[in-house]
């Protein structure tokens, strides 16, 4: 008999002793913390569906990028509102977009912090679709130029990153090779590569103003973003991003989802990144607030999970609470 030889408890028994043989451990260094912008200025707006979530004006998301560095959250992910919506997303790549005047901003006041970018076109097209609409479908080719575009617009404003999230066939290829041929080698490529057409992205729809125009006749985006049953096609989805150039993948959401992290963590060498989506993060808020559950130890073990399946960077609304809950003595 094993027992009492192997007592299992034994490396159980204070909290120094669990943190000295602790498998998995977050630190702030994986963290990503998304951020949305809008045109105008003096502008942060409570998002009511996300809460602790706001709509900032590229002259007030400085003041958040600035809390985020000095948290030490090495990384924000930028999201897009425009002024006007029309059928190609024309303002996904202006100059003078939220998104390119954010990055200008931020990037100079505080140049240290990595600054990537959604490439999608949901939120600036009238469609609410992430692609061209035509003949009643999402038009693949046509959207991928438009991806360039709104990649190239994105470095050229001073992005270190730029995150295509639409799921359209071939558009790493497409943005990598304007990158190239435009004089930007080393802005990276993080791909949504296996991109869930999931029920948790409620909240950020309404975050984005990006939920699907039902006049088109297409009510969801399950043409394009993944069918959750599907674990092959997932890791056929990451091998070819990574063949067209990605630099990092993405798997999304995260929690419903960590049996494919785990997947790829064992097949694919390069980075691995997450997104723990609005509705996750809700999950939380919403059991916290009626008090059902510790909302800084949901946090921690929701994260501790992602990062034991094998992802490397996890994108999170809650990585300013994390990295706070972190800074803790123990």
Not at 23 to 34: H, I
Not at 276 to 303: C, F, P, Q, R, T
Request: aromatic content about 6%; overall charge neutral.
């Amino acid at each position: 008999m094993v027992f009492p030889n192997n007592r299992m408890r034994r490396l159980r028994t204070t909290d120094s002793m669990r943190r000295l043989v602790r498998e998995t451990t977050v630190a702030v260094d994986n963290l990503v913390y998304p951020l949305f912008v809008r045109k105008g200025r003096g502008l942060k707006e409570p998002i009511e569906s996300m809460a602790d979530c706001f709509h900032f004006s590229p002259d007030m998301v400085v003041k958040e990028a600035e809390d985020v560095a000095k948290l030490g959250i090495p990384a924000v992910l930028l999201f897009g509102l425009p002024d006007k919506k029309d059928k190609t997303g024309s303002e996904a790549w202006s100059e003078d977009g939220a998104v390119q005047l954010a990055i200008r901003q931020i990037k100079k006041a505080v140049p240290q912090l990595v600054i990537i970018t959604d490439v999608c076109l949901c939120a600036y097209t009238s469609t609410g679709h992430c692609g061209l609409i035509k003949d009643g479908k999402v038009d693949n080719d046509s959207t991928i130029e438009l991806l360039a575009k709104v990649a190239l617009s994105h470095a050229q404003a001073g992005a270190d990153m730029v995150a295509p999230s639409d799921m359209m066939d071939g558009r790493v290829k497409a943005i990598r090779e304007a990158l190239e041929k435009n004089g930007f080698p080393d802005v990276a490529i993080m791909s949504y590569a296996a991109k869930f057409a999931s029920a948790f992205y409620g909240p950020f729809r309404d975050a984005a103003e990006s939920a699907p125009d039902a006049s088109t006749g297409l009510t969801d985006r399950k043409t394009y973003q993944m069918d959750p049953a599907n674990v092959r096609q997932a890791l056929a989805e990451i091998a070819l991003d990574i063949e067209e150039g990605a630099d990092i993948v993405m798997v999304k959401p995260a929690l419903p989802y960590l049996d494919i992290i785990y997947r790829a963590r064992q097949r694919f060498d390069c980075p691995i990144a997450a997104y723990n989506v609005s509705g996750e993060y809700m999950m939380i808020h919403a059991s916290a607030s009626a008090g059902h559950i510790d909302k800084d130890a949901a946090i921690m073990e929701s994260l501790t999970s992602i990062k034991r399946a094998g992802a490397d960077i996890i994108i999170t609304y809650f990585a300013k609470s994390a990295a706070k809950i972190l800074s803790l003595p123990h």
